[in-house]
Antibody, heavy 124, light 107 residues
């Protein structure tokens, strides 16, 4: 059974950075991509970027390019999302999600397992 | 970027009702649409992929249809556990944009 377990909630000051982790268990870590999706209070889902751990090359949404870094550590089966220059508009629940199709080319962008979510609050 | 617009933004229905949620893409996207259900305080769950395919374990009362720019999610006989927000997602481009969500309440 695949499980994605994320790091705990965080409170950050404006201008600082946050690093959220997502540890995978079950399945073959190198056979899928991991994406990050966030949801601001009362808002819809927003895709931020993703990475295929076995290749290590991330792909970012234009909106976050320059502010986001997604990395993967294969030995610990953990993917990290680092977001800097935080503002109050970055207050959101951040989810990681598994995307098996990104590797196979069959239905990329289909998120079949999700982490439990990490609330990041940006406040002075 | 492809914009996904859902309607309605919210709706209230009774147990046993048929519910239809629509999603319109800002350009033609074939059948590259997925639907997710998000119960209050929980992570999203995949319901439908490629516009009309039921994900494993999803009850058969859920169905999806559409192609091009217009898509629908139908719940055939609403159940109390269907209280949730439903979101469409386009995967036509690698910038996987979502609709703003439709909040479904049970009367």
């Amino acid at each position: 059974q695949v499980q994605l377990v994320q790091s705990e909630a965080a409170v950050k000051k404006p201008g600082s950075s946050v690093k959220v982790s997502c540890q995978a268990s079950g399945g073959t870590f190198t056979s899928y991509a991991i994406s990050w999706v966030r949801q601001a209070p009362g808002q819809g889902l927003e895709w931020m970027g993703g990475i295929i751990p076995v290749f290590g090359t991330p792909n970012y949404a234009e909106k976050f390019r320059g502010r986001i870094t997604i990395t993967a550590d294969e030995p610990t089966r953990t993917v990290y999302m680092d977001l800097n220059s935080l503002t109050s508009e970055d207050t959101a629940v951040y989810y990681c999600a598994r995307d098996p199709g990104e590797v196979t080319g069959n239905n990329p962008g289909l998120f079949d397992y999700w982490g439990q979510g990490t609330l990041v609050t940006v406040s002075s | 970027d492809i914009q996904m617009t859902q309607s309605p933004s919210s709706l209230s229905a009774s147990v046993g009702d048929r519910v239809i949620i629509t999603c319109r893409a800002s350009q033609t996207i074939g059948t590259y649409v997925n639907w997710y259900q998000q119960r209050p305080g929980k992570a999203p769950n995949l319901l439908i992929y490629s516009a009309s395919n039921l994900h494993s374990g999803v009850p058969s009362r859920f169905s999806g249809s559409g192609s091009g720019t217009d898509f629908t999610l139908t719940i055939r006989s609403l159940q109390p556990e269907d209280l949730a927000t439903y979101s469409c997602q386009q995967t036509y481009t690698a910038l996987y944009s979502f609709g703003q969500g439709t909040k479904l309440e049970i009367k």
